[in-house]
């Protein structure tokens, strides 16, 4: 026998009955329509019935008929999982219609329509809601309607109240699709997600669903609301206008109910809760039936599928709003774009979750039951197993146990209990000696735990609140006192906390996620100034849990482009651009970056050098989205894109960018309408906001456009011509010596590229000018006498910067090459940075070769440890370690060689 009459229709026993009733229902169908079509075909008799019972057998038969063409196509391999859940989908959708039109009209026929054109939506949740319903599902279902108020009165001029009214139609669209008759049933119809569940009234109006989700929602319910879909359409074409305000009114109540605004870890709590609630019913199930599989609710089965996407769906959808879908595969395959699975991860998801849906629906297929097991005798799973495409039973169940066993493990990752092998300490004061090992100050850590659970803000948190504060200080007291500065961690922990203790999302992902504590303490412990950036920016707790993406090397393109997308879908109800929203996402995709980038430095994944290219490359990339927002917000735009451009100064043009730099800036343009001047104030102004402005998730940079033609005397925008004119110093009047200095370290950095490359010209053309180098000399040695009284060092310690033999020492050398000597050399006014631009004034024979090495080297030593003084909190980048001295030497000679001053 092939496998086409193996598996049709021998596989059904249900389909045999019905095609022993109607034997033409196997041979008369176009094998070029689509599902949907054919179902259509088959619920056309319904339409338009005023009879019930002929309605009832109508709908019924259209039903088997169509499951019966669902199951062939299936199980001969002639749809896709997809198809036929869509399709299954669809039939509910349609029949739910049908039946909804007839009860209406018969109700409208004796009290008349519902005033302000109201109309009842029938929600569907679950697999139905997703499009992924199965063959033999209930549809979960709960009727809503707009408003209270009364209908317009029928023949006879009597009324109804719209809760009455609707909950008549509805009452009568139920038996409509579930009653059972010699025909079947359309439906199983299930209603107990509606609020209150069968205690609550049949319908709700969108004011008591508001209330309800407000006072009474339960987390199970957000869980439970992410697939919900209205599944009709108004019954009156002249309400559809009315009908989808209706509809925008309910999303407006269901989104901030399901998707938080912040990042909900602890919506794994609540999952992992109602996930133990259903494997403990399935387990009691299991002794009942031995040697069974559930492919549904069994570990590794489709519930632990669903639950994993949902998962991410709760912590994240509110900030993302790409994973606000219904189908679990597309949320998924989002996961996997914001790097939350790798793509393996995915493909073994996707292609497990194919393979249960495929399971379930043959055994489903059987007997048109509402099962999920797979039975235990041989000959019944050797009937699964050939409707599979398995001739052999041991294959077939392998393959199913590899699957499920894979998700079971992932399932695991997600949602493992992470008290099973934890013992909680008690931090009940006093301490014993136990607790604080290796704190050098032990008294000193408990007094500050003692301040904390002692301060008004502890006392008066909700009790929920205080419960996982009290979970989680004892772990991170473990984890302070195994990290190498138990003392400095363990205080940071505590101004963490106290940060945080009235934000129950980052308590929920301290309190689930033991990694994400133990990179804490790392952090906090490794670097003061990073325990500070994570102490005022928390959000960023989450970038601590996935190794992958917190060490991965950065992809600015795709920064860019997920930032954009952010932007573009944070607007107000109304449509419009919601700026306090887009500064925050801005600020939060940077401070993100930046902490990676952190992370990565903390664990000597990076030079400084490539903390420094990183960091100004983020700078570039920041400054690049944020003019395009600023431009989009500016009035009475002559022009698509603006004449305009940002040019970086100092060490962002240098590209030596420390984490807390200041932004050096000028801004150029070239427009000769008339309204220019005052377009691009504006716009340069609007630029400083979004980088400046404080808001709830902080600030970008700081600024200073004191380089600008004047200074602070100057106009904010300048022309490119009124700016070459002040550099040239045309008339006599114009740059001075220290701002062509300046210009060495200068670069066009983003907006219009021709402005780009006219300034980069201009650039090169004036460092290439020739100089007295007599007169070089005492210009950079009288700017660096000026900057030595403006950093007085009265200590015995080595300012690595600022003190005589230190990195601006070395700088200012650069600078005087580069101004002196250009005009022979051009290669000089390459802004490489100070090393390269040594090594090639060696090469050049400008300085001694290996004089410029020794340099170059001391600077790259000089450069690292004023990076690790930064990140250990030191205001002042000074040193006592002899080695950094040592450096003065080699610099200093250089110094004395090439500017001629000791």
Request: charge should be negative; aromatic fraction near 8%.
């Amino acid at each position: 026998m092939d496998f086409c009459h193996a598996v049709w229709p021998a596989h059904s026993h249900y389909a045999q009955r019905w095609l022993n009733r109607f034997p033409d229902w196997n041979t008369d169908t176009d094998p070029g329509l689509d599902l949907i079509t054919l179902i259509n075909r088959w619920l056309e008799p319904a339409r338009g019935l005023s009879d019930e019972a002929a309605l009832m057998k109508a709908l019924r038969l259209a039903r088997q008929r169509s499951m019966l063409e669902i199951m062939k196509r299936d199980l001969l391999k002639q749809a896709e999982l997809f198809e036929v859940t869509e399709a299954l989908s669809f039939l509910a959708d349609a029949s739910v219609q049908i039946a909804l039109n007839h009860c209406h009209a018969a109700q409208v026929e004796r009290y008349g329509e519902p005033e302000q054109q109201d109309s009842l939506m029938v929600v569907g949740m679950g697999k139905l809601g997703g499009l992924e319903l199965n063959a033999s599902s209930d549809i979960d279902l709960i009727f809503l309607y707009n408003q209270d108020g009364e209908t317009l009165g029928g023949p006879t001029g009597r009324k109804q109240s719209h809760a009455e009214f609707f909950t008549q139609v509805g009452r009568k669209l139920i038996k409509l699709i579930s009653e059972v008759t010699e025909d079947g049933f359309v439906f199983r119809v299930d209603m107990r997600l509606r609020p209150n569940g069968d205690s609550g009234p049949l319908v709700v109006s969108l004011d008591m669903l508001e209330e309800y989700f407000m006072v009474q929602g339960r987390e199970w319910e957000r869980y439970a609301w992410i697939k919900a879909r209205v599944i009709n359409w108004t019954v009156n074409p002249s309400q559809d206008e009315a009908f989808q305000q209706t509809l925008n009114n309910l999303n407006s109540i269901i989104r901030p109910f399901v998707y938080r605004k912040y990042l909900d870890f602890g919506a794994i709590r609540a999952l992992r809760a109602l996930h133990a609630q259903i494997r403990s019913e399935v387990n009691k199930r299991e002794h009942q039936h031995p040697g069974t599989v559930h492919v549904k609710l069994g570990r590794g089965g489709i519930r632990e599928i669903e639950f994993t996407a949902q998962a991410f769906q709760l912590i994240r959808g509110g900030r993302e709003p790409k994973l606000q879908r219904r189908r679990t595969v597309d949320v998924l395959a989002v996961c996997v774009e914001l790097g939350l699975l790798n793509a393996h991860e995915f493909e073994r998801m996707v292609a497990a979750y194919h393979f249960l849906r495929d399971v379930e629906h043959r055994l489903q297929y059987v007997d048109d039951a509402q099962t999920h097991r797979l039975p235990a005798g041989d000959a019944e799973v050797q009937r699964i197993a050939l409707s599979m495409g398995f001739d052999d039973a041991a294959l077939f169940q392998q393959t199913l146990t590899e699957h499920m066993a894979f998700v079971a493990d992932h399932f695991d990752l997600v949602f493992g209990d992470k008290t099973e092998d934890e013992e909680t300490a008690d931090l009940s004061l006093p301490w014993p000696e136990k607790l604080t090992q290796g704190f050098k100050n032990p008294q000193a850590a408990q007094d500050r735990y003692q301040q904390f659970i002692e301060s008004g803000r502890y006392q008066t948190l909700p009790t929920a609140h205080r419960e996982r504060v009290d979970r989680v200080m004892p772990a991170l007291l473990a984890a302070s006192g195994s990290s190498n500065e138990p003392d400095t961690c363990w205080k940071f922990c505590c101004d963490l906390i106290e940060t945080v203790s009235r934000r129950g999302a980052y308590l929920s992902l301290l309190d689930e996620y033991p990694v994400a504590r133990m990179r804490v303490s790392r952090m906090l412990a490794a670097s003061p100034w990073a325990a500070h950036f994570l102490i005022r920016h928390p959000i960023l707790l989450d970038e601590l849990l996935d190794s992958r993406t917190l060490l991965a090397p950065p992809n600015f393109g795709q920064w860019k482009a997920q930032v954009r997308e952010a932007l573009a879908q944070a607007v107000t109800p109304d449509g419009q651009p919601d700026l306090e929203r887009q500064m925050d996402l801005v600020r939060e995709q940077h401070h993100a970056q930046l902490f990676r980038v952190l992370a990565q430095d903390l664990e000597n994944l990076l030079t400084v050098e490539v903390v420094s290219d990183l960091l100004s490359e983020l700078a570039d990339c920041t400054l690049e989205v944020v003019l395009e927002a600023a431009w989009s917000q500016v009035p009475k735009r002559h022009v698509e894109q603006p004449k305009f451009a940002i040019i970086a100064y100092g060490k962002h043009g240098g590209k030596e960018l420390g984490y807390a730099s200041d932004l050096d800036m000028i801004f150029l343009f070239e427009d000769d309408d008339e309204r220019a001047p005052e377009l691009y104030a504006s716009l340069a102004k609007r630029v400083n906001r979004w980088l400046t402005t404080h808001t709830a998730a902080g600030t970008l940079f700081e600024t200073d456009f004191r380089l600008r033609p004047n200074g602070e005397a100057g106009l904010l925008v300048s022309t490119v011509d009124s700016f070459e004119s002040y550099q040239r110093r045309e008339g006599g009047v114009g740059a001075w010596f220290w701002e062509h200095q300046a210009l060495t370290r200068a670069r066009f950095c983003v907006g219009d590229a021709h402005i780009g490359q006219r300034f980069e010209a201009l650039r090169d053309e004036i460092l290439c000018l020739p100089r007295d180098w007599a007169e070089v000399k005492r210009e950079v040695i009288a700017m660096r006498h000026k900057m030595l009284e403006g950093h007085p060092n009265p200590t015995e310690l080595f300012d690595v910067k600022h003190d005589r033999g230190g990195m601006v020492d070395v700088e200012f050398m650069v600078q005087a090459l580069v101004l002196g000597h250009s005009h022979q050399y051009p290669a000089l006014t390459k802004n490489k940075g100070n090393i390269a631009l040594l090594k090639k004034s060696g090469d050049l024979g400008l300085i001694p070769a290996d004089l410029a090495q020794t340099v170059a080297d001391a600077y790259r030593l000089l450069r690292a440890k004023q990076h690790a003084l930064r990140l250990a909190g030191h205001e002042k980048s000074r040193s006592s370690d002899p080695a950094m001295m040592a450096l003065r030497q080699p610099i200093q000679a250089l110094w004395a060689e090439l500017m001629g001053e000791d």
